[in-house]
């Protein structure tokens, strides 16, 4: 009774959606820069695994340079793309609300039923 009032958050659909594509069109180049870490990461790695033993000390100290721009890029990368997931489940919240505001109760049952749309992901 006095406890806070729950006001659902209006979803802009259309703009969600729009936020959604600009993430999925720089994906690539995200991925493009991890990739190049990557590599550089394992040859390095394959490096010290032959390396004598002055020279180990330096390529770990290398590798620890590549893991913190790794690190820090993927975890930049993580959130986006779980906050993109987040909005692509309210837009698809909407979505079912809309149906079932004009009548298509049918097909927001089935899609309720259907794993993909429960969101456990």
């Given at each position: ?7 659902a ?7 969600d ?14 991925v ?11 040859e ?27 690190l820090e ?17 309210k ?31």
């Amino acid at each position: 009774m006095f406890g806070k009032l729950e006001h659902a958050k209006h979803v802009d659909v259309v703009k969600d959606i729009e936020v959604v594509e600009d993430f999925l069109e720089d994906v690539n180049a995200d991925v493009k820069v991890l990739l190049k870490e990557l590599r550089q990461l394992r040859e390095l790695e394959q490096e010290r695994q032959v390396a004598k033993s002055g020279v180990v000390h330096v390529n770990l100290e290398t590798q620890a340079g590549v893991f913190d721009r790794i690190l820090e890029r993927y975890g930049f990368f993580q959130e986006d793309v779980d906050i993109n997931g987040l909005r692509l489940q309210k837009v698809a919240k909407v979505y079912l609300k809309n149906c079932q505001k004009v009548g298509l109760s049918d097909l927001v049952s089935e899609k309720k039923q259907d794993e993909k749309w429960k969101f456990h992901w």
